[in-house]
């Protein structure tokens, strides 16, 4: 992100770039926290994802309850 944050500033030649890197941040912004949202209530969509996007593996998630394991898979992998 630190990358391509500073190549949108090195390319920015007029006001409205700025604004374009706004936008970008604020939607990188977003998408992280919505990935790593550590509420209690989120954790089972959290796990889902990171799961689906190959972050964790099924071993990683050891300890948790049968039925949290297959909300998790239901949610990950349909």
Sequence with gaps: MMAMLKKLAASASKPEDIWAIHDSLTEQRKAIDTKY??????????????????????????????????AIRLLAFG
Aim: charged share 40%; net charge negative.
């Design 37 to 70: 949202d550590y509420r209690y209530s989120q954790l089972v969509f959290v796990f889902a994802r990171l799961l689906r996007e190959k972050w964790i593996e099924e071993q990683d998630l050891e300890g948790l309850g049968e039925e949290k394991l297959q």
